[in-house]
Nanobody
Framework: QVQLVESGGGLVQTGGSLILSCAASGRTFSRIVMGWFRQAPGKEREIVAAVTGGGTTNYADSVKGRFTISRDNAKNTVYLQMNSLKPEDTAAYYC???????????????WGQGTQVTVSS
């Protein structure tokens, strides 16, 4: 069982930056695939970025070059650095975890409660 707690959301202007954090419980964090998802009102949830236990990353095309996912296995924490934010990035952001499989597929087993990111124009 993995418990996830996100933090760091908020309101930011277009072009601004935010960093989201997700703290995970458990002793096997370094073996867990971690992902960040988002869901805007009226839209389906989509994966934003993911990282393997060894640090291999992948991103949705819509955020490449603007967002960076990273992890600190010593702190059981994954981060999402978001730069050059746009109004279309406004959504509830969720971190998620799973023990294997293709990291950009949405079949994650554990989910945080979400944190809201709002980008004003």
């Amino acid at each position: 069982q993995v418990q996830l707690v996100e933090s760091g959301g908020g309101l930011v202007q277009t072009g601004g930056s935010l960093i989201l954090s997700c703290a995970a419980s458990g002793r096997t964090f370094s073996r867990i695939v971690m992902g960040w998802f988002r869901q805007a009102p009226g839209k389906e949830r989509e994966i934003v970025a993911a990282v393997t236990g060894g640090g291999t990353t992948n991103y949705a095309d819509s955020v490449k070059g603007r967002f960076t996912i990273s992890r600190d296995n010593a702190k059981n924490t994954v981060y999402l650095q978001m730069n050059s934010l746009k109004p279309e990035d406004t959504a509830a952001y969720y971190c998620a975890a799973k023990y294997g499989g293709y990291i950009m597929r949405s079949d994650y087993d554990y989910w945080g409660q979400g944190t809201q990111v709002t980008v004003s124009s």
